[in-house]
């Protein structure tokens, strides 16, 4: 299957980060898996795909037009495809993967993975989603979205439509075993 990876295109970012990235892109490959991301040449999505590619995975990076200058994207993906906004190139990354790891990122990041997430508690899907979270990265997050059950923002059923690995090994086991998780929407929002 392709799976979607996300995360920053920083370049400035701790190698224990992109070591992790480079590590779950070549295991990925390994495992027969092709690699979707948003077409990075640095920070994670840099570091995944050059694990893929060292790995043999197909690539598809999918970047809005305007991203399309020297040195943002990665060279050596199998498939560029390219859409007018940022929306359309969260759908697309979307629409071409039977799964997402969200790795270390930032704002842009956080909104993938939160706008997936959304998705899987509407039940408008119902692919894995992973939290990669290397080095306890997303520990702060997932603090927050305790601290939101804890307040009754979020129900305690939202934790169980992701999968918190701590390493890529564990990230590419979950998303094997995945079975459908048939989300019930008014048990979700605590409706009778």
């Known amino acids: 299957m392709n799976i979607c990876v996300y995360g920053a295109a920083s370049k400035s970012i701790d190698a224990k980060f992109t070591d ?36 043999g995975a197909h690539i ?16 050596h993906s199998d498939e560029v495809i390219y859409t007018e906004t940022m ?9 071409m993967s039977g799964a997402f790891i969200v790795t270390p990122g930032g704002i842009g990041t956080f909104e993938e993975f939160f ?4 998705l899987k508690q509407l039940a408008r899907t119902d692919k894995p989603l992973v939290v990669l979270n290397t080095a ?23 934790m169980g439509l992701i999968f918190v690995a ?15 998780q048939e989300v019930d929407i008014k048990k979700l929002r605590n409706v009778e």
């Not at 598809?60 to 060279?75: E, K, M, Q, R, T």
């Not at 929306?87 to 629409?95: G, L, N, T, Y």
């Open 87 to 95: 929306r359309q190139r969260k759908q697309k990354m979307e629409d």
């Open 166 to 180: 701590d390493t890529p090994d564990e990230a590419l086991d979950y998303i094997a075993d995945y079975r459908s």
């Open 20 to 55: 992790a990235g480079y590590d779950l892109g070549l295991k990925l490959a390994k495992r027969g898996h092709g690699l979707v991301f948003g077409g990075g040449n640095g920070g994670m999505m840099g570091a995944v795909a050059r694990g893929a590619h060292d790995g």
């Open 60 to 75: 598809i990076g999918i970047a809005p037009s305007f991203f399309n200058i020297d040195g943002v994207l990665y060279p």
């Open 115 to 118: 706008e997936i997430l959304t």
């Open 136 to 158: 306890g990265y997303y520990d702060s997050m997932l603090m927050m979205m305790r601290h939101s059950i804890e307040n009754n923002f979020l129900t305690a059923s939202t």
